[in-house]
């Protein structure tokens, strides 16, 4: 059988590496980091793992009032929205920092594809 998605990416822990190394590239990138002013980037951090990991695991992670409502969804106070052009960003910072961490082309690709499931509920214009 082959391996899940979560376990390509080397389980939750895995997850939680590429999540780091994803605000390490976002608060060195001009044309995202001030997205990130003023938030408190470690509680951010882990509620952003456990949103990935819903996604990877394909649950429904968005939903207002919880650990992973829309205020916290990629470090995007829910006030300020995202762009189409940012969420593209994320998503390309996401899938080059899961293959510097050893995952696959394809594995970053699917990882990518996890992201973007959520497009529709944080793209604001």
Same mark, same amino acid.
């Given at each position: 059988?082959?391996? $899940?998605?979560?376990?390509? !990416? +080397?389980?939750?822990?895995?997850?939680?590496?590429?999540?780091?190394?994803?605000?390490?590239?976002? !608060?060195?990138?001009?044309? %995202?980091?001030?997205?990130?002013?003023?938030?408190? =980037?470690?509680?951010?951090?882990?509620?952003? &793992? *456990?949103?990935? /990991?819903?996604? %990877?695991?394909?649950?429904?992670?968005?939903?207002? +009032?919880? =650990?992973?409502?829309?205020?916290?969804?990629?470090? &995007?106070? $829910?006030?300020? +929205?995202? &762009?189409?052009?940012?969420?593209?960003?994320?998503?390309?910072?996401?899938?080059?920092? $899961?293959?510097?961490?050893?995952?696959?082309?394809?594995?970053?690709?699917?990882?990518?594809? *996890? /992201?973007?499931?959520?497009?529709?509920?944080?793209? &604001?214009?």
């Amino acid at each position: 059988m082959e391996d $899940s998605l979560l376990e390509k !990416l +080397g389980g939750e822990s895995g997850v939680g590496k590429i999540v780091d190394e994803y605000y390490k590239r976002a !608060l060195e990138d001009p044309r %995202i980091k001030n997205r990130y002013n003023g938030l408190n =980037l470690e509680e951010l951090k882990h509620r952003e &793992t *456990a949103l990935m /990991i819903s996604l %990877i695991k394909k649950e429904t992670p968005v939903n207002e +009032g919880t =650990l992973l409502g829309k205020d916290f969804i990629i470090g &995007t106070p $829910s006030t300020s +929205g995202i &762009t189409k052009h940012e969420f593209n960003l994320l998503v390309s910072i996401y899938e080059e920092a $899961s293959k510097d961490l050893g995952a696959t082309s394809y594995t970053a690709q699917q990882f990518g594809e *996890a /992201i973007s499931s959520i497009r529709a509920d944080v793209e &604001t214009h």
